[in-house]
């Protein structure tokens, strides 16, 4: 979004995928059932199942689900850069972030087998693990050691469209302004606010 006024105008960025909602918008609306909730509390989706009538984008206030309007054609070279654990999703279906489902499937198999529970960090989702500043990070927020569940008890910590009631398991902190004046108001919507790390 953009901020201040003409001439010094400046660009925020705020990272925007599926908030994960506990009270998920886009869930009831599903004529199939292919977007749910599971055990862990994510919104997670059969796509198998999608039929493609798009209510749930309509219904989320994030915009955080894509519909697939047309078939990939790629090469054999293109086709190696697919992730051989992830299904490939066809065209007329919906998609969305699932915070790298897979990845905890994963490492949760790897730390039955070394009969060991699973620690604060083995998870990383793709996005985590790619940003170069980490300032993603990624955890179980109902763990009060983990490093996102302190981070959700920073003063700083919001979620986005919180009056909407969607109860999101995202959460953002709001950007450290070192030359903002000491006697700028401290709360929710200045223009202070980017979203720093995210949750």
């Not at 997670?44 to 078939?71: D, K, L, M, S």
């Not at 996102?148 to 008890?153: G, S, W, Y």
């Not at 398991?169 to 950007?175: A, D, E, R, S």
Request: hydrophobic residues 30%.
């Amino acid at each position: 979004y953009w901020e201040g006024e003409y001439p010094n105008v400046k660009a925020r960025f705020l990272p925007m995928f599926c908030q994960h909602c506990n009270n998920a918008p886009c869930e009831p609306v599903c004529p199939v059932y292919a977007t749910y909730h599971n055990q862990e509390g994510l919104n997670v989706q059969v796509y198998n199942r999608c039929i493609g009538t798009r209510y749930c984008a309509n219904n989320c206030p994030y915009h955080a689900r894509f519909f697939n309007f047309w078939e990939r054609d790629l090469d054999d070279t293109h086709r190696e850069y697919l992730n051989p654990e992830v299904t490939v999703r066809t065209k007329g279906i919906m998609e969305k972030c699932t915070f790298c489902v897979q990845r905890i499937r994963k490492s949760e198999w790897e730390r039955r087998q070394a009969d060991e529970e699973l620690q604060d960090g083995d998870v990383q989702p793709a996005c985590v693990q790619a940003c170069p500043t980490d300032t993603l990070v990624f955890g179980n927020l109902e763990d009060e050691n983990s490093r996102v569940a302190q981070l959700a008890e920073n003063k700083r910590h919001y979620r986005v469209m919180e009056n909407l009631g969607t109860d999101t398991n995202v959460i953002y902190l709001k950007k450290v302004d070192p030359h903002a004046s000491e006697t700028a108001p401290a709360h929710a919507g200045t223009a202070a606010d980017s979203g720093g790390n995210s949750a």
